[in-house]
């Protein structure tokens, strides 16, 4: 079984609605991340959680919102979806173990969300 | 605020060909680490190496080779006699760890595709 996974791994809808995109990890790492990649612009980290009880602004944080219900699980929201954020959508985590800043990510499969 | 330029957006060579992807980086702290990623056609990323600020020393695995220099701020990826399952986009990333709650968080470039043809 993979390590990270995201559900779903595809999703349409439209304009308006409520959307939650859920990550879940086996890795026991305490640190979880959600990216979102868009042709030409690489991956930008929306929202990142150093542990259950810390979660952070990324560099794209407007529109979306997190909540990190255990170790191993951080779900992104977007609480009124529009059409620019359509995209694909990953989580990754990594493990402190590291020397700081160090840390390999994990990332999940993905999340590929259009936004009618 | 650091930032990662990959200027190459696209490249094809030809199977057996040697191909270099280029990385330049900035950033203001003394210690950080590079990073590449593979994302092959099936989406996922996939970890290639890690590199941290001070050691210079290139890297050698199999047919990837990494090319680190400080003075230039670059840290390039070149692939030896190419193969068509090197067919991938790219990723040049850089986390800073000079302390603070900012540690850890990686700072992509856009990706170069590579295409690789037989």
């Known amino acids: 079984d993979a390590d990270v996974t995201q559900t779903p791994r595809n999703r349409i809808t439209k304009t308006g609605k409520r959307i939650m995109l859920e990550c879940s990890q086996t890795k026991g790492h305490d640190r979880m991340y959600w990216y979102r990649q868009d042709p030409g612009l690489g991956l930008r980290l929306i929202y990142y959680?150093?542990?259950?009880?810390?979660?952070n602004k990324g560099e794209i944080s407007d529109g979306y919102s997190v909540s990190r219900q255990a170790q191993a699980k951080f779900s992104l929201s977007l609480e009124s979806a529009i059409p620019n954020q359509t995209a694909l959508y990953f989580c990754a985590t990594s493990d402190a173990f590291m020397a700081r800043g160090g840390d390999e990510q994990f990332f999940g499969p993905g999340t590929r969300l259009t936004v009618l | 605020a650091q930032k990662v330029t990959q200027a190459q957006t696209e490249i094809s060579v030809v199977e057996k060909e040697d191909v270099t992807l280029d990385c330049v980086y900035e950033?203001?702290?003394?210690?950080?680490?590079l990073f590449w990623y593979k994302q092959p056609p099936s989406g996922e990323l996939v970890f290639l190496i890690r590199r941290n600020s001070f050691d210079e020393q290139n890297e050698i695995s199999g047919r990837y080779s990494w090319n680190f220099q400080k003075s230039t701020s670059s840290f390039n990826f070149t692939i030896t006699a190419s193969q068509v399952v090197d067919s991938a986009v790219y990723f040049c990333a850089l986390s800073e760890a000079d302390g603070g709650t900012s540690y850890g968080k990686l700072t992509f470039g856009q990706g170069t595709i590579l295409t690789v043809h037989p």
């Open positions: 959680s150093f542990d259950v009880k810390d979660i």
């Open positions: 950033t203001r702290d003394t210690t950080y680490y």
